[in-house]
């Protein structure tokens, strides 16, 4: 059975007649990993959030999100909360905003764990956490409350958060962009460790196409709140389909665009509407 199946998924906001997402569709399988790619405002953390059922009230989702075969749209809140963290989990692009500023790191990540299970054994758990994720000094880090972590060791934590409770996936909100280009490629290189160690899935959000093609096996362009082009990352960025997708690999190779050549923008596919 597929993981996730996500169909025809739409969602507008309060009276607004454009919707933020239409049509979206794609399966996740244990184990594969999916790049989620385009411009600010193309609808790919809209996506993200509507798979953890993380919208704000006034939004209107519809179509189709099924885990295991499970609808969660219109699930409860209570049986929708135990999806996240057992099954699913999130990331989060800002460490600082996703942590609660009044509570010690490592008290928030046993508080996810406890959620969950009930476990003797939380604090035990917590350190051999913050250590998989390459936190050398983990008592000290769970005993600092966030504005004492630097940003890597933020989002480091926040990872912990993620995997505590053995998600089979988890979905990466740009999860590096805060952090230095020293930092956010060590990081990377955890996540990638960490998901093969794990055997699980993940949903990656990211503008950097490169981080893309580290991380994702395939990969999905998302333009104005739809999909315009889909497919293995070698195929999709060596052979775009798409002319919005060329103009996003050629953004990510200056040195290969003709002189005087302008690139493509999302207003160019306004002009003359969605080919």
């Not at 009230?57 to 699930?75: N, P, T």
């Amino acid at each position: 059975m597929t993981f996730l199946e996500v169909r025809d998924l739409s969602v507008r906001f309060g009276r607004r007649q454009q919707a933020a997402v239409s049509g979206v569709g794609f399966t996740l399988d244990r184990g594969e990993r999916l790049g989620l790619i385009g411009e600010s405002g193309s609808g790919k953390s809209v996506t993200a959030l509507a798979v953890m059922g993380l919208l704000p009230e006034y939004a209107h989702v519809g179509g189709s999100i099924r885990v295991r075969g499970r609808e969660l749209l219109g699930l409860p809140e209570r049986e929708l909360s135990r999806v996240r963290g057992e099954d699913v989990s999130m990331v989060f692009q800002e460490p600082m905003t996703a942590l609660d500023p009044t509570m010690r790191a490592g008290r928030q990540v046993a508080e996810v764990l406890r959620l969950h299970h009930k476990s003797g054994r939380a604090r035990e758990r917590v350190l051999e956490l913050l250590e998989r994720v390459g936190l050398d000094d983990a008592e000290r880090v769970a005993d600092a409350y966030p504005h004492q972590l630097s940003g890597g060791q933020r989002q480091r934590v926040c990872l912990a958060m993620a995997l505590v409770n053995s998600p089979d996936l988890i979905i990466f909100d740009e999860p590096t962009t805060a952090l230095d280009v020293t930092v956010q490629a060590r990081v990377l290189g955890l996540i990638d460790e960490m998901l093969d160690a794990e055997g699980a899935g993940c949903l990656f959000i990211s503008h950097d196409l490169a981080v893309v093609s580290q991380i994702c096996d395939h990969v999905m362009v998302m333009l104005d709140g739809g999909v315009v082009e889909a497919g293995p990352v070698a195929q999709v960025f060596e052979r775009p389909g798409h002319p919005y997708t060329a103009g996003l690999v050629a953004t990510a190779r200056l040195d290969l665009v003709p002189p005087g050549q302008r690139l493509p923008t999302v207003a160019d596919f306004y002009d003359r509407g969605r080919p």
